[in-house]
């Protein structure tokens, strides 16, 4: 790994994007839609999709936005009743999105995954012609696992257990160029930064290794499932796949755009 400098150069060939958004990208800390962050999100894979990119966006907050629109004060802990607010928060996430690509000429359609998806023969080749046909059209596919089916118990129809690796099972799956994980930290530290105010952002990573888990323990906010930990495994997997990956603050300005100028932004890992 370096902490500076690394060559960026692909990003600016990449054709077929990844971009998974987390749900503290999305609400607040009450669980309310931060609707001008997903408006800045939407412009900014509108404006990409204008440079002539094709653009997947793998979208967390389902269940985050569900606990703000029915105004509750605590993350539920059942399976049933987070699969009920799953279903609410879905909808009304969706119709953001809708909304927002719709200001800057553009349609969003949705696809919820299960396991099964991926691993099932069939079924992901019908979600393959899913996304390349929407991709075809135009047209953004959202993505986001099906919370509101998806159990661990079921094994035959189990869950991703987080949208960090399914960002990175559809990045494989799309046979995508890069994936861009948004995060509300810019980047992967040589130390915890919300513990040592000294800790240093690491630019550039020409490999992951098993030392860097150590630098990623906790979770993110309460009403997200993710980590720093599964944000570097999905970067492993992908970048094992030929595909370069970034994960950077996602409340920045124009932080795609300036991704994709090779500007130094968040943490890039190269393909292998």
């Not at 500076?4 to 990449?14: I, K, L, P, Y």
Request: with cysteine; glycine share 10%; hydrophobic share 35%.
């Amino acid at each position: 790994m370096s902490t500076n400098g690394g060559d960026r150069v692909a990003v600016n060939f990449a054709k077929r994007i990844v971009v998974k958004v987390g749900t503290s990208s999305l609400t607040y800390d009450n669980g309310k839609m931060n609707l001008g962050s997903i408006d800045k999100l939407c412009r900014s894979i509108a404006d990409l999709m204008n440079r002539g990119k094709e653009v997947l966006l793998v979208s967390s907050g389902a269940i985050g936005v569900g606990i703000g629109y029915l105004g509750l004060t605590k993350r539920p802990e059942s399976t049933r009743e987070k699969q009920a607010i799953a279903s609410v928060g879905q909808c009304e996430l969706m119709n953001a999105y809708s909304r927002s690509f719709a200001e800057y000429s553009y349609r969003c359609g949705q696809i919820l995954l299960t396991k099964d998806g991926i691993t099932d023969k069939l079924t992901r080749a019908n979600v393959t012609n899913t996304i390349e046909t929407l991709l075809e059209m135009g047209i953004v596919p959202v993505i986001n696992e099906n919370d509101s089916v998806s159990t661990t118990e079921i094994m035959h129809n189990g869950t991703f257990g987080d949208n960090d690796t399914l960002s990175a099972d559809v990045a494989c799956l799309a046979k995508a160029d890069l994936l861009v994980i948004l995060s509300d930290v810019d980047g992967l530290y040589d130390s915890n930064p919300r513990e040592n105010p000294d800790a240093q952002r690491i630019s550039y990573v020409d490999k992951v290794t098993p030392d860097m888990v150590d630098l990623t323990t906790g979770k993110g906010s309460w009403l997200g499932t993710g980590g720093m930990m599964t944000k570097i495994t999905a970067m492993k997997k992908v970048t094992e796949n030929g595909i370069c990956g970034v994960i950077a603050d996602g409340s920045g300005s124009q932080t795609l755009e300036r991704i994709l100028d090779q500007e130094d932004v968040g943490t890039f890992f190269t393909a292998q």
